[in-house]
């Protein structure tokens, strides 16, 4: 079992950064996938970034986030990071983070095993 606690987010101009982190517990952290999804009002939760087990060599990311998000991961304190940087107005949404047994986190909701409680991150135009 794994929980994920996030932290992070808030309310944010656009152009602006944020940095969401999401803490997971136990001692396999390092052996799970992990990823982020956003769901918008009104709006089925869609795919943000993923980075691969282990030392996170592998990275992918939803084409509208390209060049701007950065996912990455640091197992000595079992957390993965998503940075944000030139954020939209278009970015608003609630954020989740999630833990994939598989060496490398797909794109589909069901692929991911652990969910964390999602975090509100609003940008203002």
């Known amino acids: 079992q794994v929980q994920l606690v996030q932290s992070g987010g808030g309310l944010v101009q656009a152009g602006g950064s944020l940095r969401l982190s999401c803490a997971a517990s136990?001692?396999?952290?390092?052996?799970?996938?992990m990823g982020w999804f956003r769901q918008a009002p009104g709006k089925e939760r869609e795919f943000v970034a993923a980075v691969s087990r282990w030392t996170g060599t592998s990275t992918d990311y939803e084409d509208s986030v390209k060049g701007r998000f950065t996912i990455s991961r640091d197992n000595t304190k079992n957390t993965v990071y998503l940075q944000m940087n030139s954020l939209k107005p278009e970015d608003t949404a609630v954020y989740y983070c999630?833990?994939?047994?598989?060496?490398?986190?797909?794109?589909?909701?069901?692929?991911?095993?652990?969910w964390g409680q999602g975090t509100q991150v609003t940008v203002s135009s």
């Open positions: 999630a833990a994939d047994r598989n060496p490398m986190g797909g794109r589909g909701l069901l692929e991911y095993d652990y």
């Open positions: 136990g001692r396999t952290f390092s052996s799970y996938a």
